[in-house]
């Protein structure tokens, strides 16, 4: 308890002091974590609803697919990318490894099925003659996403959550893509890992208490989001 | 309507592209132009590189695979700025697992490898994987124990003695992760015809030398550790150095650059840089005096240019 108290401790203390190495490092978290669950949004939403909505073969086993991908190990995820990015690897040419970009393609592919998944139930649970009924009044395709979305509000922004919840959190593909490098790759949560290895521990459980503030506030404003339209309806 | 449906994902699309642009901003290559100095002929294609030559600023970067304990003591905190500075070379430390970094010396996946296990080394120097291999340092590695010493290793003089104690009583906490402080731990078991099968309560982490460590205090058993880990957590844990000296304990570390005649994409020029400033004088005195001051002892002896056998004389 003592240890978790002077944990704390330290926690308010680099906050204070405006510790410059902590903010690069929490900085960077949001800009990859926040990135790698927009691009999840961007492709996964409309793949989410088209596989929602869509009516092909094999259209279970696709889904059946997406929901396995929801319990993706991350450090699998993260050993596959490493694997396609290395240069003995077929896209090392590229010089993507050990780079923030390769843990947002790797973050991605952990946060991606995740949107899908979740969209696709959110869409489903919509009235089913919902669409038609847009199409009817003169919709256009896109418009219909749109609108569609909003209506399925609740669910979406549970997957926006629920992906940036996964990606923030997670250490093994951050560390393996990554490489854990102070200045340009290093995370909170790789940070911690360094310097738990280091027998820091009062700055470890620091960072930890920092990431999950973090991850809370993020989490409230998409809550109050989405929340906020159920309470305008009186419901 | 549509029109302004377009026009939002038009813009989230532009929003998406200047965001790819930063994210990627301070990971590409250093941009640092290669320096046109009098003394460029030193830093390209030399053969052989000559007594000190003058490092060059040939900017760049690189990937250097190195091992987690050689991290974890600090020491390349300290020197990768002073290389940075010396060269203009941006230098990726890669810290993983003895095993995993000759790996990737030997898939090209790194430019240049610092470990510590010539055993495990050697394979790959004869395959032509890592060439113009240098001796850097040295440090030693300990056994440590439980207070209590149940196998009574304290005061015993030889070494293959101490490790049959140990296996008689256990129990003995190994890494388990191919490091080259796990070779080290398997060769002394073999150097004392013993089999790990038969070594009582040996049980192995796969982790790191100080999550070893901890294991090992948890439940007092013995552990092998390099001395600069235990010394630096000391503090922490109930352990105890219980016998340390012999020749068969050093901790021998050695640099190499990956073999570019096999490697395609590996960048020579920042590699040899590297090895050059690992074995130069100044980088030297740097290493002999790492932590000198806390620890009132070397965490790590300085060797560049000595004979492998006059190491711990």
Redesign the interface.
């Known amino acids: 308890m003592e240890q978790l108290w002077s944990g704390f401790v330290e926690a308010l203390r680099l906050i204070a002091n405006r510790d410059s190495e902590l903010w690069d490092v929490t900085a960077r978290t949001i800009?990859?974590s926040g990135?790698a669950t927009?691009?999840a949004m961007?492709i996964g939403v409309p793949v989410g609803y088209v596989l929602a909505r869509g009516r092909f073969q094999g259209r279970t086993v696709v889904l059946g697919v997406v929901n396995t991908g929801m319990g993706l190990p991350p450090v699998v995820v993260g050993l596959f990318v490493w694997l396609m990015l290395?240069?003995?690897g077929p896209f090392?040419?590229f010089?993507l490894?050990?780079?923030?970009?390769a843990m947002?393609i790797a973050q991605f592919l952990i946060a991606g099925p995740m949107v899908v998944g979740f969209t696709s139930a959110a869409v489903q649970a919509l009235p089913e003659e919902l669409p038609d009924l847009l199409a009817v009044l003169g919709a256009?395709r896109?418009?219909t996403l749109?609108i569609l979305c909003r209506e399925a509000h609740l669910g979406l922004l549970s997957a926006i959550m629920a992906g940036f919840g996964a990606v923030v959190s997670e250490v093994g593909a951050s560390m393996t893509v990554g490489?854990?490098?102070?200045?340009?790759?290093r995370v909170l949560t790789t940070a911690i890992v360094t310097e738990t290895?280091?027998?820091n521990n009062d700055r470890a459980i620091a960072l930890g208490i920092i990431l999950l503030v973090m991850a809370f506030l993020v989490n409230l404003l998409l809550t109050a989001v989405q929340q906020r339209t159920v309470r305008a309806r009186g419901g | 309507m549509t029109n302004r449906l377009s026009l939002l994902l038009i813009a989230l699309a532009a929003l998406l592209f200047p965001l790819l642009a930063a994210c990627g901003g301070d990971d590409s290559p250093a941009a640092t132009p290669t320096k046109a100095a009098g003394t460029t002929a030193a830093s390209t294609e030399a053969p052989k590189p000559t007594a000190t030559p003058e490092p060059t600023k040939i900017g760049g970067s690189m990937i250097l695979a190195t091992t987690t304990s050689t991290q974890d003591s600090g020491l390349l905190d300290v020197l990768m700025p002073m290389f940075q500075k010396q060269t203009g070379i941006d230098v990726k430390v890669i810290a993983v697992g003895t095993g995993a970094a000759l790996q990737m010396g030997a898939k090209g996946d790194a430019d240049a490898v610092l470990v510590h296990a010539p055993t495990s080394e050697k394979p790959f120097v004869d395959s032509g994987d890592l060439i113009e291999g240098k001796l850097v340092m040295h440090n030693d590695f300990i056994l440590v124990g439980p207070s209590s010493d149940p196998a009574k290793i304290k005061g015993l003089k030889d070494l293959n003695a101490a490790m049959t104690a140990i296996a008689a009583t256990g129990p003995f906490i190994s890494r388990g992760d191919a490091s080259g402080t796990n070779t080290a731990e398997l060769a002394l078991w073999k150097a004392a015809n013993l089999d790990i099968k038969n070594v009582k309560g040996r049980e192995e982490t796969g982790q790191g030398m100080l999550a070893t460590l901890n294991v090992a205090d948890q439940k007092n058993a013995y552990t092998l550790s390099d001395r600069a880990t235990y010394l630096a957590n000391k503090k922490n844990l109930k352990l105890e150095i219980l016998f340390e000296g012999p020749k068969a304990l050093l901790n021998i570390y050695h640099v190499y650059v990956v073999n570019p005649a096999k490697h395609p994409g590996v960048k020579l020029a920042q590699a040899r840089a590297f090895v050059s400033f690992m074995v130069a004088p100044e980088t030297q005195k740097t290493i002999a005096d790492f932590k000198k001051a806390d620890y009132g002892q070397s965490l790590f002896i300085a060797d560049a240019g000595k004979s492998e056998d006059s190491i711990g004389n």
């Open positions: 800009l990859v990135f927009l691009l961007v290395v240069r003995s090392g040419g010089e490894i050990y780079t923030k970009r947002v256009g896109l418009r749109w490489g854990n490098l102070q200045q340009s790759t290895g280091r027998g």
